[in-house]
């Protein structure tokens, strides 16, 4: 209960819970000083006057304190700065007047009003006691008041007071601003050294940011010259022609991959049929045009690092090559300070290795190894293509061939006896030819396979040949006997026509053969049917003889078994 009386309101602000405590130890200290006081007033037959202002001090403080249980700080402060002003002048109008040692209590109560309010309140409180000195002494000087004058000794005396009460607030107040200004100290400490580690921050986040920077510009560039690079693949990409052939694509592949990303020597390696070499195909430098020459081959998995990338299929790297063990010092290409071997896949299959060398040491990065990677993998994909496309033509050339032999073979077994030479058209009347067309303009164009045009001024002749895969077969013969001029339409249409007429005559013979081949075998396995319903010899041999009678028109047919003297047993082992 007294803890609670005697305690300060408690606030989360320091200044406020500073100016509290202040004000509270203020109060109690000047109520304890002041009823002291009273004891002694009343005991030493003091004035009245004396009493009642001492009384009236004791309520002022006593009703701060209640006014600070309110948390009202500045009002709690006020109150006993304006009612102790209020009563100290009145025991100064009753008693000793301007000389009234009470009043130096005005000097407290400025100190009070200072803490707890602000440093106004505490200049408008010293102005009011400097107003109430001069009208003290105003009053006094024209007889409004009669001062009492006190002996030297109750003078003495009342001053001592003063002064004691004095001695025990200026330890209090003195202690009260050291501790402010220790805090406040501490409160400046803190801060320089918050501003301390804010620099530190700042200095760090700033070398960070700087670092940052430069990584995000090293980026940046690295990105951008990755950039270039994929640029440079894909035109190296779209200028490879695998319809040239694998020799002309290696070579260009070569030549590109030097010209485009500056590399001393550019060579592309393939492995042979039996996989133990890698031979040198196409390379840009003179060494390696020497090396071409004498026909290089490097052992897979043994020699130098193109070897090992063969063996291996895995990409690899000699920033230095003096330092390499792997390396192959190749008396072609003395200049070589750094080299970088590439697998060649396709289809997941090792089929060769891109070898990459440069004169300067360490020219090479993983970077640049990720990023020609991809270009060693387009170079594999047209190579594959041209070996693809060079297949499939020689495929298509052997089926062309055959399908030619076939419709020419067919055409030279199907074409009937009795099929006429050709026809002709005379006015309106269509009639088939007697006689070969025996003219020397239709005989070159069957010799060349071009269509010739002849004008001898009264009479316009066209002759175009009549092919069957690529063998002339006939000839279309157009004449003008007015002498006019043949257009290109005209000439184009008569070309389209004898183009729809060798595909109709193919279309035709094939149908025919087929048919002619389907009979042929519709017939075999008649027989073979009707001779494999027998079980006799005898009567084998008789189908055999009359249904191949039937089959050939009505032809003698003699079907004979000749005795045979081996052994059938020895002959079969």
């Not at 006993?80 to 209590?105: K, Q, S, V």
């Not at 003096?322 to 390396?327: C, E, K, L, N, S």
């Not at 048919?515 to 027989?527: D, G, L």
């Amino acid at each position: 209960m007294l803890n609670r009386i005697f305690t300060s309101p408690d606030f989360e602000d320091e200044g406020l819970k500073f100016k509290s405590r202040f004000l509270n130890a203020f109060c109690w200290t000047a109520i304890l000083i002041l009823l002291l006081l009273l004891m002694i007033s009343v005991l030493t037959n003091y004035e009245y006057y004396t009493t009642v202002s001492l009384l009236g001090l004791i309520l002022s403080f006593a009703l701060a304190l209640l006014v600070l249980r309110t948390k009202l700080i500045a009002l709690s402060g006020m109150l006993p700065a304006l009612l102790g002003w209020a009563w100290l002048t009145f025991h100064a109008n009753y008693a000793g007047g301007i000389r009234d040692p009470f009043l130096l209590g005005y000097v407290a109560l400025a100190l009070l009003a200072g803490f707890v309010i602000n440093y106004r309140a505490a200049i408008a409180l010293l102005f009011l006691s400097t107003l109430s000195f001069w009208t003290l002494a105003y009053l006094e000087s024209n007889g409004s008041i009669n001062p009492f004058l006190e002996s030297p000794q109750s003078h003495a005396r009342s001053l001592t007071i003063v002064y004691a009460i004095f001695a025990i607030l200026f330890p209090f107040v003195i202690t009260s601003l050291q501790s402010y200004f220790q805090k406040y100290v501490e409160a400046e400490r803190k801060i320089l050294r918050i501003q301390d580690e804010f620099q530190s921050v700042q200095r760090t986040m700033e070398q960070a940011i700087t670092e940052r920077t430069a990584e995000l510009t090293a980026l940046n560039i690295q990105n951008q010259h990755k950039a270039q690079q994929y640029e440079t693949i894909s035109e190296v990409t779209r200028a490879l022609n695998p319809t040239e052939g694998l020799e002309p694509l290696l070579k260009q592949a070569a030549q590109l991959i030097s010209s485009k990303f500056n590399f001393y020597h550019v060579g592309l390696f393939l492995l042979d049929e039996s996989r133990d070499y890698v031979l040198l195909s196409a390379s840009n430098s003179e060494g390696g045009q020497r090396m071409l020459a004498k026909e290089h081959k490097l052992q897979v998995g043994k020699t130098g690092i193109v070897g090992y990338v063969a063996g291996t299929g895995a990409a690899r790297l000699a920033f230095d090559t003096g330092a390499d063990a792997v390396f192959f010092e190749n008396p072609d290409l003395p200049q070589t300070r750094s080299e970088l071997a590439l697998p060649l896949r396709s289809s997941g299959q090792l089929i060769g290795v891109l070898d990459i060398q440069s004169t300067e040491s360490s020219a090479f990065t993983m970077v640049d190894a990720e990023v020609l990677a991809v270009l060693a993998d387009q170079v594999a994909i047209a190579i594959q293509s041209a070996r693809a496309y060079h297949e499939t033509q020689r495929l298509l050339r052997e089926a062309q061939s055959a399908i030619g032999s076939y419709v020419s073979e067919a055409w030279r077994i199907m074409q009937p006896e009795s099929q006429p030479l050709g026809y002709q058209t005379v006015g309106s009347l269509i009639k088939p030819l007697a006689t070969p067309l025996e003219d020397p303009n239709a005989s070159r164009a069957l010799s060349t396979g071009e269509m010739i045009v002849s004008d001898t001024g009264t009479k316009s002749s066209v002759y175009i040949p009549i092919t069957l895969r690529g063998q002339p077969i006939g000839v279309i013969n157009i004449n003008s006997e007015t002498g006019q001029k043949w257009t290109q339409d005209q000439l184009e249409v008569a070309r389209a026509v004898a183009e729809r007429i060798s595909l109709a005559i193919e279309t035709a013979t094939l149908i025919r053969a087929t048919q002619h081949r389907a009979q042929v075998e519709r017939i075999t396995s008649e027989i073979t049917g009707k001779i494999s319903s027998s079980t006799r010899v005898e009567s084998i041999l008789q189908i055999a003889a009359q249904e191949l009678s039937r089959a050939l028109g009505g032809s003698d047919v003699l079907v004979q078994v000749e005795p045979l003297d081996v052994d059938l047993a020895s002959a079969t082992e």
